[in-house]
């Protein structure tokens, strides 16, 4: 099943080109994210790894064994600015591990498959409504 979009495509590209054109009010940050969190939900779905990017949002994905109670075993966390980098390909993923921009716990807290999820280009409103 395929999780509800909250964040409109036409809301959410225009978050992420204003960021990526500098703007960096609060809420371009938090729609930016939350729709970027959508997007890798659309992408990778499922309920084994959580993604943290507080203060803005949180989702799971990847498909693998269901987390239901207290922390779960594979999460991944990180802030805004570093998680859109990931997202738009300005930051691969080796290194922002490598230099502690993300933390991530648990066998299957790899995101170097899913991300980025786009390079910046915009398909027709796709389900996945950015090209990789």
Not at 25 to 41: H, I, P
Request: include cysteine; charged fraction near 20%; charge should be neutral.
């Amino acid at each position: 099943m395929t999780a509800k979009r909250r964040i409109s495509a036409a809301d959410g590209q225009a978050a992420l080109a204003a960021w990526r054109g500098g703007a960096k009010e609060r809420t371009t940050t938090a729609t930016s994210v939350r729709f970027s969190l959508e997007e890798l939900t659309a992408r990778a779905p499922g309920n084994s790894v959580e993604v943290r990017v507080p203060p803005f949002g949180v989702t799971q994905c990847i498909e693998g064994p269901r987390h239901t109670r207290g922390t779960p075993p594979n999460v991944v966390e990180t802030d805004a600015v570093t998680w859109l980098e990931l997202a738009q390909g300005s930051l691969d993923w080796s290194t922002a591990l490598a230099s502690s921009r993300v933390q991530a716990y648990g066998l299957r807290a790899d995101l170097s498959a899913v991300l980025p999820l786009w390079h910046g280009t915009q398909s027709s409103g796709d389900e996945s409504i950015l090209d990789k």
